[in-house]
T-cell receptor, first 115, second 114 residues
Framework: AQSVTQLGSHVSVSEGALVLLRCNYS??????LFWYVQYPNQGLQLLLK??????LVKGINGFEAEFKKSETSFHLTKPSAHMSDAAEYFC?????????????FGQGTRLTINP | DVKVTQSSRYLVKRTGEKVFLECVQD?????MFWYRQDPGLGLRLIYF???????EKGDIPEGYSVSREKKERFSLILESASTNQTSMYLC?????????????FGNGTRLTVT
């Protein structure tokens, strides 16, 4: 079964610093990969998705992620953190070979921004 | 914009009660999902449905059932609520057949069982 691992349940960075949130997946075939963000008291919203068109994917709010097949990774980055980036971030994978159109989520990483 | 609406933001129920969580989407999506969100565990799939009256178990279906009588509505049922079902419940929808389509989520229902 496919799985997703997010390294670090909590990440804290200073405002203006680089944000790096790590995600590794296990899948026997190239999957579809997603990053979602959840602000307090809200549902999840899509940040970006990888669908094999390009390995570097740009999303909303200045975030981007790079698909590295050799490392089975899809890490999320942002060059300069803003206070409004404080939220919980989820990596997810969809594997068509499983025959069901559903996502498997990682454990989540809570991002804190220090002023 | 796709809108997924969950009928309650907060619910408090007693152990043993039958609980209904309702979800409605307005974009004619075939697929609908119920996830449970717990700290440190991420989102775990309870049930999903790809058509009216169709349902499939997810990873943690025990203690839950679902109903999909109309395309736009997907209900999660706790037949006899227990304290270990205290959690955040998230409903989502997506069009059928497109594996790269993102899920559209509701704002969640935070259920407390006492």
């Amino acid at each position: 079964a496919q799985s997703v691992t997010q390294l670090g349940s909590h990440v804290s960075v200073s405002e203006g610093a680089l944000v790096l949130l790590r995600c590794n997946y296990s899948s026997s075939v190239p999957p579809y990969l997603f990053w979602y963000v959840q602000y307090p008291n809200q549902g999840l919203q899509l940040l970006l998705k990888y669908t094999s068109a390009a390995t570097l994917v740009k999303g909303i709010n200045g975030f981007e992620a790079e698909f590295k097949k050799s490392e089975t990774s899809f890490h999320l980055t942002k060059p300069s953190a803003h206070m409004s980036d404080a939220a919980e971030y989820f990596c997810a994978v969809s594997d068509p070979s499983q025959g069901a159109q559903k996502l498997v989520f990682g454990q989540g990483t809570r991002l804190t921004i220090n002023p | 914009d796709v809108k997924v609406t969950q009928s309650s933001r907060y619910l408090v129920k007693r152990t043993g009660e039958k609980v209904f969580l309702e979800c409605v989407q307005d974009m004619d999506h075939e697929n609908m999902f119920w996830y449970r969100q717990d700290p440190g565990l991420g989102l775990r799939l309870i049930y999903f449905s790809y058509d009216v009256k169709m349902k499939e178990k997810g990873d943690i279906p025990e203690g839950y059932s679902v109903s999909r009588e109309k395309k736009e509505r997907f209900s999660l049922i706790l037949e006899s609520a227990s304290t270990n079902q205290t959690s955040m419940y998230l409903c989502a929808s997506t069009p059928f057949g497109s594996y790269n389509s993102p899920l559209h989520f509701g704002n969640g229902t935070r259920l407390t069982v006492t």
